[in-house]
């Protein structure tokens, strides 16, 4: 039998912000829970490691759902993950040859399209969760060209202008069912489609101090690297790097 959870998602829209996820931190016991808050623009868009992101007005999705949680449940550590793989399944489904690269980035040719912001209010009770993501979709090359690591567009893709509002209730409601398989069963249902989907596989690359080859995702979401030794070791966060890369 098939059944879908239609859970409803609250939209608000905002011209100009400096941050979505800075609103919705702000804002946070006044929204219902799941609301998705989506900018034109962003004066101080932020990345993960304080880095900026760039947010020029009209052209690409910056956006942040806000949910809340009872208690602290463990699964909260892959939301980031589960973002970024909702957003790479919708990406697929539209033909674009869509990469995870762990935690939380999406690639399209090793270049980066979109990130994911993952962050945590403390209420008594209850935990809000605040999810920012941004997807570069009609942003063009000159503009492309300002980031500080290769990135890429929808658009520059495939030479194609996209609906954003579209395309972000699309990612938002595989993200609502993705979230709802998470809380039943954890992370281990996505771990191999996570792992179909993730880049560097196989390929030597560095987190953090540590180095080796990229093995996989675990069960659990854990970035699973092969030392030298044949050892392995899990690495719950951090970013990956490899040697072809410029930082
Ligand atoms: C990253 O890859 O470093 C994460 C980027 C997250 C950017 C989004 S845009 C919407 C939301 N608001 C922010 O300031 N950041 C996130």
């Not at 949910?67 to 790479?88: D, K, Q, W």
């Not at 999406?106 to 980066?112: A, F, G, P, Q």
């Not at 570069?136 to 658009?155: F, G, K, R």
Request: aromatic share 10%; hydrophobic share 40%; with cysteine.
């Amino acid at each position: 039998m098939v059944y879908y959870i239609h859970m409803t998602i609250d939209y608000i829209h905002l011209t100009t912000v400096d941050s979505t996820n800075n609103w919705v931190k702000a804002h946070a016991s006044d929204l219902k829970s799941m609301t998705c808050v989506m900018a034109e623009e962003q004066t101080a868009g932020r990345g993960r490691f304080s880095r900026q992101w760039l947010s020029p007005r009209g052209l690409n999705i910056y956006a942040t759902l806000y949910f809340t949680l009872e208690g602290h449940p463990s699964y909260v550590a892959n939301i980031g993950e589960i973002m970024a793989f909702s957003c790479t399944a919708i990406l697929r489904n539209e033909q674009f040859p869509a990469h995870l690269k762990w935690p939380n980035d999406i690639l399209i040719e090793k270049k980066k399209v979109g990130g994911v912001l993952t962050e945590t209010v403390a209420f008594e009770k209850q935990l809000g969760v605040v999810v920012g993501i941004g997807l570069n979709v009609n942003m063009e090359a000159n503009l492309l060209d300002q980031i500080d690591q290769p990135a890429t567009s929808l658009a520059a893709y495939c030479g194609k202008k996209w609906d954003l509002q579209k395309l972000l209730s699309q990612i938002m409601d595989r993200f609502a069912q993705d979230l709802s398989l998470l809380q039943k069963r954890g992370f281990q249902p996505f771990q191999e489609q996570f792992n179909a989907w993730l880049a560097y596989k196989g390929e030597k690359i560095v987190c953090g101090a540590v180095q080796g080859i990229c093995h996989g995702i675990s069960s659990e979401g854990k970035l699973d690297l092969l030392l030298p030794s044949g050892e392995h070791r899990f690495l719950s966060s951090g970013e990956i790097t490899t040697s072809s890369q410029k930082q």
